[in-house]
């Protein structure tokens, strides 16, 4: 045994490592992306397990089914709207016969710190009734990898872990063995198992809904899901999941000198789903009321409220007692519990007026220049129609952030890949110039499809790839396909050779570039326009890389 310090993100990896991991995959996507870049790491410098970064979540997530299917043990991580991207393959794997242990990593977002949405990964695993452990420190998400693993083996299912972003990005001191587990043998699963051929599918449905009375059993009996009864309250009990177990105990020593003689209430922890329902009956059994403390959205409030009987009052986040968005915090915690707020050093201090931050571009970023281009000639296109004919659609990555002032470029952010869909739309509905803005790697992830529907509809629209080299705004992973290679793709799409035009997005050829978009703009069919210049920090990590390589060789 020795101690680490990790972040969660780290913890959860060294785990899978430790736990007999042959294959890990994954798309960067914040808070998630420390967990593959550690195993990356591993993979590349120390010769560990197979560790790659794949187009997007859904070849990820089925990369790891083939390494399941040949009897070994795989993790595939992203975040929680990732989790959308790869729902196809996740859905249907439930009802393969998983063979080595399979455990989906999506790590949630609440707050909202780099994410389009709230979404709570928990909502997928009762979809699909697999099971989903939920770790509340970084020791936690260490150990846990090895039970989901085992689970996964001994049930056959894909297994969700939930990461949240406070776990993920903290560092805490972990207890880490000596060894790991030796990984499985290479060994083909049954192909009776893994062909969702309806015949075969309607079989394997009926045997994931009879494995679900064993995980109940199982969820029963797992030692993470805690309970500690007061048969002498008979007021109030509470639940925790996640987090809310952390800042409940941040509170009790205050909260438990606030119920005096009676003691705390019944307190359950739930760390994995199913929900432990045998235990929450117990718990409900003499109580009135039942306070839910979960990280992310009333997922088990509402489930309590289903199944316990109406005498019990379930509050929450559903009722006020929580707020409905946002992070938890020990704060908001104790307001919930009754207890006073806390004096702070800030009490009576009178905040200066600070002017607000927005995060921006870069300065000299390649965007910048290709966004100033652009403005250039919507403007000028708006000027010669005489009315609004323009719309600009982007999605997500650090060219999002041209949204915001001075640029104000951009109108749309939906999802990955939304940009070229939604230029499309645009052009269906009348606006004569539809632009279509998408990063290198997002293109790959999910804009390639995009462009085959545009290709044929003969959309007259204009999809603009800016081309910085890398995956920059999750910490510059790489993108699946070089720079270079682009412009083949793009034709092989079947986007016509002369209206693809490849130019370079500095800030001297603004004039230059903008007169491309106004001509190209012009073109009654599908344009593309690749505009390439490597990301400055990009740039900085390969000189840094290239320096230290010559070094070495000197
Ligand atoms: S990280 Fe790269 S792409 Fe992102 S804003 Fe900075 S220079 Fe631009």
Not at 73 to 88: E, P, Q
Request: charged content about 20%; aromatic content about 6%; overall charge negative.
């Amino acid at each position: 045994m020795k101690e680490l310090v990790l972040l969660g993100d780290e913890a959860l990896a060294l785990g899978a490592l430790h736990a007999g991991v042959s294959g890990s995959y994954g798309y960067p996507g914040t808070p998630s992306t420390e967990i593959l870049e550690y195993l990356v790491d591993e993979f590349e410098t120390r010769g560990g397990p197979v560790a790659r970064w794949c187009a997007n979540e859904k070849t990820a997530y089925e990369s790891a089914l083939g390494v399941s299917f040949a009897g070994k043990r795989s993790i595939v991580t992203m975040k929680h709207v990732g989790l959308n991207v790869a729902a196809d393959p996740f859905m249907n794997s439930s009802l393969c016969q998983i063979k080595g242990g399979l455990i989906c990593v999506v790590a949630d977002d609440p707050s909202m710190h780099s994410s389009q949405g709230e979404q709570d990964t928990r909502y997928y695993a009762d979809f699909a009734m697999v099971p989903l452990f939920e770790p509340v420190n970084q020791q936690e998400a260490y150990e846990m990898v090895a039970e989901a693993f085992e689970l996964s083996e001994r049930l056959a299912v894909p297994v969700i872990m939930r990461m949240v972003t406070r776990l993920a990005h903290s560092r805490a001191v972990v207890h880490v063995a000596d060894t790991a587990r030796a990984q499985n043998a290479l060994e083909k699963g049954s192909p009776a198992d893994w062909m969702l051929l309806p015949a075969l599918a309607r079989k394997n449905y009926a045997k994931m809904l009879d494995k679900q009375t064993t995980l109940r059993e199982w969820a029963k009996d797992y030692p993470r899901n805690t309970l500690a009864l007061n048969p002498a309250r008979k007021d109030l009990a509470i639940v925790t999941s996640g987090l809310g177990k952390n800042y409940l105990a941040e509170n009790m020593a205050e909260y438990a000198d606030l119920c005096g003689k009676e003691g705390l209430p019944s307190i359950l922890h739930v760390a994995a789903l199913p929900f432990p329902a045998d235990l929450i009956r117990s718990l409900a059994e003499k109580v009135e009321t039942i306070l839910v403390i979960e990280e992310g959205m009333p997922f088990l409030e509402r489930q309590l409220a289903g199944i316990l009987p109406g005498r019990v009052k379930v509050i929450g986040k559903l009722t006020g007692s929580l707020p409905r968005t946002g992070e938890l915090n020990p704060e908001l915690v104790r307001a919930a519990l009754g207890l006073p707020a806390r004096a702070t050093a800030l009490d009576g201090f009178k905040m200066p007026a600070l002017s607000a931050r927005p995060p921006q571009l870069c300065k000299g970023c390649p965007h910048h220049d290709s966004y100033s281009a652009l403005n250039l000639a919507v403007e000028r296109l708006n000027a010669k129609e005489g009315k609004v004919s323009t719309v600009v659609a982007a999605d997500i990555g650090c060219y999002a952030l041209g949204a915001v002032a001075p640029l104000k470029a951009i109108e749309t952010i939906v999802c990955m890949g939304a940009s070229i869909g939604m230029a499309r739309g645009a052009a269906d509905a009348g606006y004569k110039y539809a632009f279509g803005v998408i990063g290198d790697s997002t293109f790959l992830h999910s804009g390639l499809t995009g462009i085959v529907d545009a290709v044929a509809s003969k959309t007259p629209m204009t999809v603009i790839i800016l081309d910085n080299s890398i995956v920059a705004m999750t910490g510059c992973q790489p993108t699946m396909l070089p720079s270079n290679q682009l412009e083949k793709a793009v034709i092989g799409l079947g986007v016509d050779p002369a209206h693809l035009r490849v130019i370079e997005a500095k800030p001297n050829m603004i004039e230059q570039n903008a007169a491309v978009f106004m001509e190209e703009a012009e073109h009654r069919g599908l344009s593309v326009i690749i505009m390439v210049r490597e990301c400055l920090e990009a740039h900085r990590l390969r000189k840094k890389k290239e320096s230290a390589a010559g070094e070495a060789s000197k």
